[in-house]
């Protein structure tokens, strides 16, 4: 019998050792996810930054008059962005909360140990994303004017007369 309850007890510490991982892993999981939401709704609101300012730069350019046809939907992006970015940051403090008050009674000491380094592995992962994602920032951009100067480029070759093909000098007879 004495087999049998100790065989019971250690199959209650596994279950709840696992019910404390799949909550870490679960708000974890949580703040990653909202981390990376901030970062694409930043990304939607820099590239209406950037239409918009292209925008008012070819109305500058040409002395034109800014349309507020063309000007409100990227205001209204650009709006829509920052209050979901607003939103998220709350939803990821509240995750932060949540797994901060996780009480300590409810995982083992060295299980909750090696959750948290498995967690600050997770978040040196999250800054090695964010940093690759920044360093794309700004390629899109890059291509377009790559794509613009090979195309002007094009025209200008398309645009150029071509010389005409010099006629072979027949041979001269000799004397």
């Known amino acids: 019998m004495a087999w049998n309850e100790s065989l019971e ?3 209650g510490l596994v279950a709840e050792a696992a019910q404390a991982a799949a909550r870490v892993t679960k708000s974890a999981a ?33 002395g034109e008059e800014p349309d507020d046809a063309e000007y409100l939907p990227l205001c209204e992006a650009i709006t829509e962005a920052a209050k979901n970015i607003e939103a998220l940051r709350g939803e990821l403090e509240e995750a932060k909360a949540a797994f901060a008050s996780k009480p300590a009674q409810e995982e083992p000491v060295q299980e909750s140990a090696d959750l948290e380094e498995e967690l600050d592995n997770l978040h040196k992962e999250l800054d090695e994303l964010e940093a690759d994602l920044s360093k794309l920032d700004g390629v899109e951009e890059k291509a377009e004017e790559v794509k613009e100067a090979v195309e002007a480029v094009f ?18 007879p000799e004397e």
Do not use: C, H, M, W
């Open 9 to 11: 007890a250690l199959k």
């Open 30 to 62: 949580s703040v990653t996810k909202s981390n990376i939401s901030i970062l694409t709704e930043q990304d939607k609101q820099k590239k209406a930054y950037l239409e918009l300012g292209k925008l008012y730069y070819r109305d500058f350019i040409t």
């Open 155 to 172: 025209e200008v070759v398309e645009d150029t007369p071509q010389p005409e093909e010099p006629k072979p000098e027949e041979p001269k």
